[in-house]
């Protein structure tokens, strides 16, 4: 069969919001409750169901919910904290913004996750914590990080941002006590999304009147049931505190999203796993893991990446040559400390790198790519990524 271009450009994601999530909201705008209301909390002890934890507060982006957990844990100026830097920019400054200083440690280039035989090399005085991140959706091997975390007395927070629907040992991301917080994002992107927003799973109910303060003007109560019957209008402010708090638009989104989360995985399931037959003989590419039995995938992205040696070209030309064939692409992503800001923080904070660098990171930054999967991709459409990939590197 000859190759055809695309006619129309295929993004390399979309959001699936139905019927249901647009009659709820316009439900709302009629209620009269647009902002933080009863489907704000219905839609909490929606997540804590569906993750099997306790307590699961939402806010208005896993940004967000990622500083007030950091909050929260009473870091202190000089503080450290171990991640990666192959993660949105947010893992890192949320750190920073408290006064905190991420300490980087190299990916495993098998799965793009943190390589947790690295963790004690990066462990000092000043180690705080560990902030795993669960990567494309695949989990990160938290056996090693827990066991780590224990021996030193450090805390862990899951950057579970793109891994609604994963499990660990069969057990959902956030449901595991050893993890003092995890936190969850609905951006447009992720799985399931509310627009924009986030949320905080833990297992320490001591936590829930302090985050409920630090993502609303650091009021104690529910504000929102002043304005009810059950309500008093009086209210303190104990701290000062942002104002982060989630719509009940929202929620409206939310509430329906979650319950098709798992109808939505399975199906990015099949895409990525027919992605991984249709391009198994293709020498250009590596390809990713689809997880195991530990590593519950739940297939938020996958990620190719470029052997420039056997294509002939490097990975933005090959991106810019795929959107000529009208194929979307997305880059998750390039490596944090190669950003300006990050460039100059390290130069300043060089023990906060491994003496020997970032190697992998730099090496799977340089290369990959995030190839078009959501579940409303047709094979169609998935047989014209292959076709595209196919006739790009031919040519
Ligand atoms: C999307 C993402 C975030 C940030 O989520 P927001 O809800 O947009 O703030 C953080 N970490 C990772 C790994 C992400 O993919």
């Not at 990446?305 to 030309?317: C, H, K, L, W, Y």
Request: hydrophobic share 40%; charged share 25%; net charge negative.
């Amino acid at each position: 069969m000859s190759y055809v271009r695309r006619e129309a450009f295929l993004p390399f994601t979309r959001p699936m919001v139905g019927q249901e999530e647009i009659a709820e909201i316009i439900d709302s705008i009629e209620s009269g409750w647009i902002t933080t209301g009863p489907k704000s909390g219905r839609f909490e002890e929606a997540l804590q169901a569906y993750n099997g934890v306790p307590h699961c507060l939402v806010m208005n982006s896993a940004t967000t919910a990622q500083e007030i957990t950091l909050q929260c844990l009473g870091i202190r100026p000089g503080d450290e904290v171990i991640t990666t830097a192959l993660t949105w920019v947010s893992t890192l400054s949320t750190i920073l913004l408290q006064g905190g200083v991420p300490v980087l440690v190299d990916i495993d280039p098998a799965t793009l996750n943190l390589d947790a035989a690295k963790l004690e090399a990066a462990i000092t005085p000043r180690t705080k914590g560990i902030i795993p991140v669960h990567l494309t959706g695949l989990p990160a091997p938290m056996d090693e990080v827990w066991r780590v975390a224990q021996a030193h007395g450090l805390w862990v927070v899951e950057d579970a941002a793109q891994a609604m629907g994963a499990s660990y040992r069969g057990r959902k991301i956030g449901s595991d006590p050893r993890s003092v917080f995890s936190v969850y994002s609905f951006h447009p992107n992720k799985n399931m999304t509310t627009g924009e927003g986030g949320g905080i799973a833990f297992h320490d109910g001591a936590f829930e009147a302090r985050i409920k303060r630090l993502r609303f003007h650091g009021i104690e109560r529910d504000a929102w049931k002043r304005q009810s019957k059950e309500g008093s209008p009086h209210f303190d402010v104990t701290e000062p505190a942002r104002k982060a708090n989630f719509m009940d638009l929202q929620a409206a989104m939310g509430i329906h999203q979650i319950k098709k989360l798992d109808g939505f995985n399975t199906r990015r399931g099949l895409l990525f796993r027919r992605y991984l037959e249709l391009l198994e003989d293709v020498e250009a590419l590596v390809l990713p893991v689809p997880g195991d039995e530990v590593h519950q995938h739940c297939f938020h992205l996958f990620v190719a990446r470029i052997r420039p040696e056997v294509a002939g070209m490097d990975r933005d030309a090959f991106v810019a040559r795929l959107k000529e064939e009208n194929i979307g692409t997305g880059i998750h992503y390039r490596p944090a400390h190669v950003h300006s800001f990050y460039r100059d923080f390290y130069r300043e904070h060089p023990h906060a790198l491994p003496g020997d660098g970032l190697p992998h990171t730099e090496w799977s930054g340089d290369r990959l790519m995030s190839l078009p999967l959501w579940p409303g991709l047709t094979e169609d459409d998935q047989d014209q990524v292959v076709a595209a990939i196919r006739h790009v590197l031919a040519n």
